[in-house]
């Protein structure tokens, strides 16, 4: 059973910085890309960042460019997100989801909390 796990998330002021770990197990996950969503209170799920299975191509969104940085360790099964320079607006709950092209987003961890204070 494939099992994604969450951590790091917690509460910092602007202008911080938090690492977001995700551990995925069930299976051998170097043939999967690995991603991370947030769904602020009251909006739709969005689409943060992604890393293809290679490690050779990344995807953020534009409101993170510059600012987060996603990495993994397929040794660990395991998909980072660090996040410097964080803002108020980056307050959500964060997902950590894999998939196998042409498949979808089809597996999703718990989330993790992250607020970040003026």
């Known amino acids: 059973q494939v099992q994604l796990v969450e951590s790091g998330g917690g509460l910092v002021r602007a202008g911080g910085s938090l690492r977001l770990s995700c551990a995925a197990s069930?299976?051998?996950?170097?043939?999967?890309?690995m991603g991370w969503f947030r769904q602020a209170p009251g909006k739709e799920r969005e689409f943060v960042a992604a890393l293809s299975w290679s490690g050779s191509s990344t995807n953020y969104a534009d409101s993170v460019k510059g600012r987060f940085t996603i990495s993994r360790d397929n040794a660990k099964n395991t998909v980072y997100l660090q996040m410097n320079s964080l803002k108020p607006e980056d307050t959500a709950v964060y997902y950590c989801a894999v998939r196998r092209l042409p498949l979808p987003w089809d597996y999703w961890g718990q989330g993790t909390q992250v607020t970040v204070s003026s």
């Open positions: 069930g299976r051998t996950f170097s043939s999967y890309d």
